[in-house]
C-alpha cells in the first residue's frame, strides 16, 4: 500500500510486536472440553467420502482449527493507536442508543471502530469494550482508495484480507459441507446456495465481518453492578461466527438443557465454531445458535488483556431464512419443520433488525441474566429456552417480557 512509510518504519511508528498471551489460570476453574476437528483431515474428492462423514459426525457437535499469531500482533497495534485517531474512523456513533440505524450499520456491524461505552449493560453500567471492524474482505472493494482507514491498517490489508478470505474460502467451506452430510443434502449445497463468494457480485455472495475486539478491565464498582459478565449472554446473528482460542478463561456458552452456563477452554491455535441464528432458522432450529457470554477473568489472569479475533460469516442477504429450500431429509425426520409463526423473511432482514438491538437500554435493562426478549418476524431475537421442553412463543410470552416490533 502506499503509505510512504516502509514496512519496518511503520512497524517502528506503530509499535507492531508480538502479543503477549496470559498464562495458564491456576484457579481451579475446569472448562467444559469441545468437540474439536482437525480440518487438515478433511480430503476431497469420492474416495475420501468415509474420512468427511467421520469429521461431520464429529461436527453435529461442532469446532474448527487454524493459526494467526502475526494477525494478533496487527490487531494489538491497531487498538492501541491514539483517541483522536480512533474518534476519526469510528464504524458508528458514540452510543447504540444514540445511533441512526438509517445512516450506519452501527458499531456491531460497521466498518471501524467501536468505542469504549458504546453499549448499555444493566444497571446503567456501559461497556469496557473496543474493536475495530473489516467489512468487504472478500471482495475486491476492500482495496478501494476512498476507504478511510487508518495508516496502520491500511499498511496491514493483504494479511488481512488474505486472513479472512482463508476462513471464509477454506474453513467455512469445509465447515458447511460438513454440515450438508449432517443434513444429508448433496455436499456443496450449502456453499453454493448461500456462502460462496462470486466478485463483483455483492448481492448473489456470501459475506462476512472482521473484527479484532480487546477487553479493557472494568471498573470494580461496574463489574460488580454487571455480576462480573463484562459481555451479557446473546446469540449472534450470523451463519457462523469463527472465534480465535485464547487462554484467559472468560468465554462461556449457556447449556442449553440446564440453562448453566459453563467456560471454554483454551486449544492453541484453534478455532471456536459457533453457530448463529442464520444457521438456526436455516435448519429449522435443529443446530441451535448458541448462547454466549464474557465474564472477568480469574485474579490470576486479570493482568493480560484479552484480544480475540473474530469472523463473522454471514449467508448472502436473498437467502430463505428457513428450512423449506434446503429440502433435507434428515430435517424432515426429525421434524424440524418451518414452524408457522416464522414470516418468510430473508437474510438481510434479519441482520438489520438484530443487529440494532445488542447494546439498546430498553433491551438490557432487564432483571437477571437474560435481556428482555424482542419478537422479530415471528421469532424471538435471542432464543434461552428453545431446547427446554414444552417451549413455544405463547408460553414465553406468558413468562417473559417481550417488545414486538411491527416491521
Ligand atoms: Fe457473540
Redo the contacts with the bound molecule.
Sequence with gaps: MTTGLNREEIEKKYNVRPFKEATPSKSGIKPIELDSIDLSLFKEGPENFETRKQLADKLEKSISTYGFDHLRSIAQSILELPEETKRNHLAGALTSDSEDRSKSLGGERGAGFKPRGYWSMKNGVRDSIEHYNFRDMLQSKFFDEDKNYPEVVKEYLPEISEYFKKLHLDILRKVTILCDIVLEIPEGYLWENYYKVIPEDYVNSGHGFGRFMMYHEMKPEDEAKVDKQVLRG?S?GTGF?FITSQPILSLQIRDYYTGEFKYVGHKKNSLIV?AGDATEFITGGYFKSSI?RVVAPPDDQRQFKRLVIIYFCDPKYPAVLDPEPLNSPKLKRLGFVKPKEWEKIDFAKWDDEKGRLFGKKEVNDSQGDEPNLVLLYGRLHERWHQAEANFSLEEAKKKYKIIEINN
Design positions: 446473546h449472534d461466527t459457533n454466549h
